[in-house]
Nanobody
């Protein structure tokens, strides 16, 4: 079963920067599009950024120009560099592939525990 371990979140002031990391088990990132998501309690999970093996990236309008996704397939690790953070960026951040990984049943999505980013003055 694939596992994702996100880290790097914390409490920061508006305008600050953070770098999130995501370690994945196995080689799940190697053959897939890597993606970062976030979820605010009571809201739907939002796709923020994607990166292909070839280096193509795209971003949600809400984070374009402020967030940068990258990947290190040799380390099965993905990163999300965030700058100019705003209070509305407060959420739990998750990594996955796009499309997201399903468990062995083929029905349930596999997610890590996420990492909390809290942007507050």
């Amino acid at each position: 079963q694939v596992q994702f371990v996100e880290s790097g979140g914390g409490l920061v002031q508006p305008g600050s920067s953070l770098r999130l990391s995501c370690a994945a088990s196995g080689n799940i990132f190697r053959d897939n599009v890597v993606a970062w998501f976030r979820q605010d309690p009571g809201k739907r999970r939002e796709l923020l950024a994607r990166a292909t093996r070839g280096g193509l990236t795209d971003y949600a309008d809400s984070v374009a120009g402020r967030f940068t996704i990258s990947r290190d397939d040799a380390k099965n690790t993905a990163y999300l560099q965030m700058k100019s953070l705003k209070p509305e960026d407060t959420a739990v951040y998750y990594c996955n592939t796009d499309p997201v990984v399903l468990d062995n049943s083929g029905y349930l999505e596999v997610w890590g525990q996420g990492t909390l980013v809290n942007v507050s003055s």
